[in-house]
């Protein structure tokens, strides 16, 4: 599974838009990129996954290089209920049984 | 989206009991569940993988007689941690996927909280 770097926090005001780069040099040809959010005392929550270019929901946006070797999600306008921990997984495309390996995450601090 | 349910949300037990905690997927059939364990303001940490009808899959480290885990039926999973000790007390959270398809989101539990005392 590939190895997944982030970093460890990040603080920003309301109303701003936050991004959080994670790095996956050693991503494989048939991985996906994922990523969650954690609140405290909660299990983690999704918020988008992507395999390559942009995705973009209803939450957030996902921007992936031609290389794939890093993305970033984009919280746009974040609000202080935003506050949380973020993950960035890799994971294999066709497997249904392999379950997502966690890293560190990012702990994203919204200020008023 | 698909609901991972789990209960207890929160345990204390004596040290030297066994406790069972329960994952339940509640909308749809999942043969395989995964397990973590999260501690204080770490990440998670992947314990084994559940199969229904067949014996789990522990990660290195993880102690399979301490860390019992039953898959009985498509829709519940039970982890027990037996003879528990203070280094147990942690944060247990379950996860599946709601589809055979790698890309189907993994859903995780409220999660568990133990303490033991």
């Known amino acids: 599974l590939a190895k997944t770097t982030q970093p460890i926090s990040m603080d920003s005001y309301e109303g701003q838009e936050v991004n959080i780069t994670c790095s996956h040099n050693?991503?494989?040809?048939?991985?996906?990129i994922t990523w969650y959010q954690q609140f405290p005392s909660q299990g983690p929550r999704f918020i988008i996954q992507g395999y390559k270019t942009k995705v973009t929901n209803e939450v957030a946006s996902l921007f992936i290089p031609a290389d794939r070797k890093s993305s970033t999600l984009s919280l746009p306008r974040v609000s202080l209920s935003d506050t949380a921990v973020y993950y960035c997984l890799v994971g294999v495309l066709n497997s249904g049984n392999t379950p997502l390996v966690f890293g560190k995450g990012t702990r994203l601090s919204v200020i008023a | 989206g698909a609901v991972v349910s789990q209960h207890p949300s929160w345990v204390i037990c004596k040290s030297g009991t066994s406790v069972k905690i329960e994952c339940r997927s509640l909308?749809?059939?999942?043969?395989?569940m995964f397990w973590y364990r999260q501690f204080p303001k770490q990440s998670l940490m992947l314990m084994a993988t559940?199969?229904?009808?067949?014996?789990?899959?522990?990660e290195q480290g993880v102690e399979k007689d301490k860390f019992l885990i039953n898959h009985a039926s498509l829709t519940l999973s039970t982890l027990t941690v037996t003879s528990a000790h203070p280094e147990d007390s942690s944060f247990y959270i379950c996860?599946?996927?709601?589809?055979?398809?790698?890309?189907?989101?993994?859903?995780f539990g409220e999660g568990s909280r133990l303490t033991v005392l």
């Open positions: 909308d749809f059939q999942a043969t395989t």
């Open positions: 559940s199969n229904e009808g067949s014996k789990a899959t522990y």
């Open positions: 996860s599946a996927r709601d589809s055979p398809e790698a890309t189907g989101e993994l859903f």
């Open positions: 050693n991503i494989a040809t048939n991985d996906y």
